[in-house]
């Protein structure tokens, strides 16, 4: 489906549903080497992994084996997406490729007279006698791991900070009849009943498979069934506080990790 350029923007900072467009971060091959370069794009889309509209307006951050952050040698921004470049330093062990947050639109929704209206524009006021139902701002974060020999932990430690998704199973190390567990945080806290689409990535840029929705437990803890092999996206929305001084008292968070799930 072809999609106005504007259209497209607006769409991405909307953060609809994955049906709309979604961000993603995603490799060119999960196969790297400690001194290869490694190439990843970062795009929103409606089909994963076909690029439609760059993830701009961020600082992009490679999290090392050993636990130190460094900035990707090089971020080319395309109208599709954004193209990053990076070698890695020659450690063995897992990376943390990172987005970084993007802010994007403020929105408000209310309601009057029992009708529902909303806006972007923050110069726009309220009606008289308007009922201020939602007011937040999109914040939207991409992630992937990669491995450059055997798998490694310390590039895994949750941030403490935002939305994640915190792996239990190794990323770079799922297989086809196995689980991916993991857990769901929110400034480090658990966020239990928490929804999470895994969308399968075909990338032929003509069918989306409808995402398997799992939920998390109590402590925050969820497990995706691992029935396929293949490249796969999972999709975590919430609508949690921001912090102060921020553009709107809550953030609309979206955050991606991608990973590929290997025949045993």
Same mark, same amino acid.
């Given at each position: ?79 599709? #997406?954004?193209? +990053?470049?990076? %070698?890695?330093? &020659?450690?063995?062990? =897992?990376?943390?490729?990172?987005? $970084?947050?993007? !802010? ?36 939207? #974060?991409?992630? +992937?791991?990669? %491995?450059?020999? &055997?798998?490694?932990? =310390?590039?895994?430690?949750?941030? $403490?900070?935002? !939305? ?42 003509? %069918? ?11 402590? $925050? ?44």
């Amino acid at each position: 489906m072809f999609v106005r350029p504007f259209a497209a923007l607006l769409l991405a900072a909307l953060a609809l549903p994955a049906a709309a467009h979604t961000p993603y971060l995603a490799p060119a091959t999960f196969e790297v080497r400690p001194d290869s370069v490694v190439t990843l794009d970062a795009s929103f889309a409606e089909t994963f992994f076909v690029p439609e509209v760059v993830f701009d307006n961020s600082t992009f951050a490679v999290t090392l084996p050993d636990g130190s952050t460094t900035a990707p040698d090089t971020v080319h921004l395309l109208k599709t #997406r954004a193209v +990053v470049e990076h %070698t890695p330093p &020659g450690q063995k062990g =897992t990376y943390r490729f990172s987005t $970084g947050n993007r !802010l994007g639109a403020v929105f408000r929704t209310w309601e009057l007279n029992g009708k529902t209206d909303s806006s972007r524009d923050p110069a726009k006021l309220l009606p008289a006698g308007a009922k201020l139902t939602s007011h937040y701002q999109s914040l939207s #974060r991409s992630e +992937v791991y990669l %491995t450059a020999g &055997g798998p490694t932990t =310390t590039a895994l430690k949750p941030y $403490g900070k935002g !939305l994640e998704l915190v792996p239990v199973t190794h990323p770079n190390d799922l297989y086809q009849g196995e689980q991916f567990d993991f857990s769901v945080q929110y400034d480090g806290k658990p966020l239990s009943d928490q929804k999470v689409e895994i969308h399968r990535a075909l990338g032929d840029g003509h %069918t989306q498979p409808a995402p398997v929705v799992v939920t998390t437990d109590a402590a $925050g803890k969820a497990r995706f069934a691992l029935t396929e092999a293949g490249r796969y996206l999972a999709l975590i929305r919430y609508r949690g506080p921001a912090p102060a001084g921020a553009a709107a008292p809550m953030y609309g968070n979206n955050y991606t990790l991608s990973f590929r799930v290997l025949e045993p």
